[in-house]
């Protein structure tokens, strides 16, 4: 079973509104954690947003939200008022148990922001 | 800091050829990993160090990768001999044994083409 499940490929956004990136996850585990990266067409890839299992209130970053649902297992990035430096892969990822260095990471969504 | 830092940053050999890819971790970090990008399978680890001794391969496709990282500011990821297959975007990463969040810092990646 694939532990990090991203369901959509790509995505078109118009600039300015808001954007939901989904992610589901797999574990059995009751630690972990749950990480999104973004990765622009030069390649790098850049940590956007970190939530642990335990953690009491959904993350937040700037623009970046994160949509903690524990009981259905999904992690959803929100992007609110999207720009165009958008435009770029997002990559769920995550790391079961204390201790544990490996991080799995989903398929990825490709995102487009349309002007 | 500079980040991690990979090269080369692009590499075209012939199948056959000794393939060797190097990484600087950040200053400070203790934990390494090689991970592995392709269209077909996505982002795979291959293999990370803690303090400079491998704790898990279990990701490197077979005999022909080897990993090494005689210090803590030094890695090298080899393949020998290279395989059109190998063709794929190599990320190193590090990070810091104290972060709670475990966040994982990338290089920006050396793209590999085997002929």
């Known amino acids: 079973a694939q532990k990090i499940t991203q369901t959509q490929p790509g995505m078109f956004v118009q600039e300015k509104e808001a954007v939901t990136l989904d992610c589901t996850y797999d574990t059995s585990d009751p630690s972990y954690g749950l990480f999104w990266y973004k990765q622009p067409s030069s390649g790098e890839m850049i940590f956007l947003i970190y939530?642990?299992?335990?953690?009491?209130q959904n993350a937040t970053e700037g623009r970046y939200s994160l949509n903690f649902q524990k009981a259905r297992k999904s992690a959803n990035l929100v992007i609110s008022a999207s720009q165009l430096g958008d435009s770029a892969m997002y990559f769920c990822?995550?790391?079961?148990?204390?201790?544990?260095?490996?991080?799995?990471f989903g398929t990825g969504t490709r995102l487009t922001i349309i002007p | 800091d500079a980040g991690v830092i990979q090269s080369p940053r692009h590499e075209v050999t012939e199948m056959g050829q000794e393939v060797t890819l190097r990484c600087k971790p950040i200053s400070g970090h203790n934990s390494l990993f090689w991970y592995r990008q392709t269209m077909m399978r996505g982002l795979e680890l291959l293999i990370y160090?803690?303090?400079?001794?491998?704790?898990?391969d279990s990701g490197m496709p077979e005999d022909r990768f080897s990993a090494k990282m005689p210090n803590a500011s030094f890695s090298t990821l080899k393949i020998q001999p290279s395989e059109p297959r190998d063709s794929a975007v190599y990320f190193c990463a590090s990070r810091s044994g104290i972060s709670g969040a475990n966040v994982l810092t990338f290089g920006a990646g050396s793209r590999l083409t085997v002929l």
């Open positions: 939530q642990g299992s335990y953690d009491q």
């Open positions: 160090f803690n303090n400079n001794v491998p704790i898990d």
């Open positions: 990822a995550m790391r079961e148990g204390p201790g544990n260095e490996k991080l799995t």
